[in-house]
């Protein structure tokens, strides 16, 4: 039987998560919620998607717009056993109540707290650490760029010591009321930022410091990786490393892909639905290694990296498969990951 899954808050990274599970031959999209009518709704709707209201008192609003619903959260509820929380940051935590009161397993992400679910995800980090549990939350985006990485080069080398600088997208392409539009603002000024105490929720034995710039840009977010290694690794080394996870893509610079806006259209020439690139990128000339010191660059589109996170996630809490290999197998088949 298919795992019944539930997506609450339809938006950027809800849209990418329902599209994901509708294409795992082993769970069945049961319905999204939204909290107004909007052309997003519409769209699932025409798509044959269930479309359910955030709360009875919006109702009202749908069928003003005549846009078709199903009921609401608490009905779509009764009918999954796992819902995926998409809402915006820190709204998550608020429905946690609800998810209890219907006995339903969920994903938080990672504008929320570790402590709602006691438990951040990366599919190859720690997969066997969700096996069965009721909460999990999948780290943002940038955490899982920097735990996809770090784990990679820590097992091939062992990491003594981690120095990241995180240039972030302002916002993402349509959050037309978000900045900076005419600054690089340090975010926050004060040094670590919150990324490397999240990265230590997954892998708690990597020293890491971080620090963070947000700068107006919508595409994706770049990282400058400083690594102090247990053992000397040349960059032909440290990319062979890397280049075992199909979670990572490297990329070359001198074949033109040097910037964000040309890993995009790297990635709309790979035919990818809205440019999504699930894959951490990194640079091929970034690397540079000084023997047991080494650097590194890469880049996040935002919107797609924990997507095939969460649908591993999935399959780890409601034990479709106990073995981080066969899940990411499937999850990266379905979604392309690695062509
Ligand atoms: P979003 O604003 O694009 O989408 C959130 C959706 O939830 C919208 O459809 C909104 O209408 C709906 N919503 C708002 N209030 C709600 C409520 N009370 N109940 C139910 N639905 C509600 O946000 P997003 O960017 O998709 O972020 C969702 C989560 O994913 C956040 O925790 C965020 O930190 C995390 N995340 C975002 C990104 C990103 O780059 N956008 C990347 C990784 C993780």
Redesign the pocket.
Same mark, same amino acid.
């Given at each position: 039987m298919p795992v019944k899954v539930a997506i609450?808050?339809?938006? @950027? *990274?809800?849209k990418r998560v329902a599209d994901a599970v509708l294409k795992q031959k082993d769970m069945e999209l049961v319905g999204v @919620?939204?909290?107004?009518p909007n052309f +997003?709704g519409r769209i699932a709707v025409n798509k044959g998607i269930k479309l359910f209201a !955030?709360s009875q008192d919006r109702l009202k609003a749908f069928e003003d717009a005549g846009l078709k619903v199903q009921g609401t959260?608490e009905d779509l509820l009764k009918e999954v056993d796992l819902v995926v929380d998409? !809402?915006?940051?820190k709204? %998550?935590a $608020?429905?946690k109540p609800l998810y209890e009161k219907y006995k339903v397993k969920a994903i938080?992400? %990672?504008? +929320?707290k570790h402590d709602v679910a006691g438990f951040s995800f990366n599919a190859v980090c720690n997969y066997k650490g969700a096996v069965g549990r009721d909460f999990v939350r999948v780290v $943002?985006?940038n955490t899982t760029g920097l735990c996809r990485s770090l784990y990679a080069i820590d097992k091939a080398f062992g990491i003594k010591k981690a120095r990241v600088v995180l240039v972030r997208r302002g916002a993402?392409p349509a959050e037309d009321s978000k900045g900076p539009i005419n600054s690089i603002v340090p975010d926050p000024v004060t040094i670590p930022s919150h990324h490397g105490p999240d990265v230590q929720k997954v892998l708690p034995h990597i020293d890491i410091t971080t620090m963070a710039f947000a700068v107006p840009e919508t595409l994706m977010h770049v990282h400058v990786l400083n690594l102090e290694l247990n053992n000397s690794a040349t960059e032909s080394d440290v990319l062979n490393a890397l280049s075992q996870y199909p979670r990572i893509r490297i990329v070359s610079a001198q074949e033109g892909v040097d910037s964000t806006s040309t890993i995009i259209e790297y990635a709309r020439d790979l035919g990818r639905a809205r440019y999504d690139l699930p894959e951490l990128v990194v640079w091929k000339e970034s690397v540079k290694s000084f023997g047991k010191e080494v650097y590194l660059t890469q880049a996040v589109h935002? +919107?797609a *990296?924990?997507v095939p996170e969460n649908i591993d996630a999935i399959r780890a809490m409601t034990k479709l498969t106990e073995s981080p290999e066969e899940s990411m197998r499937l999850t990266n088949e379905s979604l392309g990951i690695g062509r």
């Open positions: 609450n808050g339809y938006g @950027t *990274i809800g @919620t939204k909290t107004k +997003e !955030t959260l998409c !809402t915006p940051g709204v %998550g $608020s429905y938080f992400q %990672g504008g +929320e $943002s985006c993402d935002q +919107e *990296i924990v």
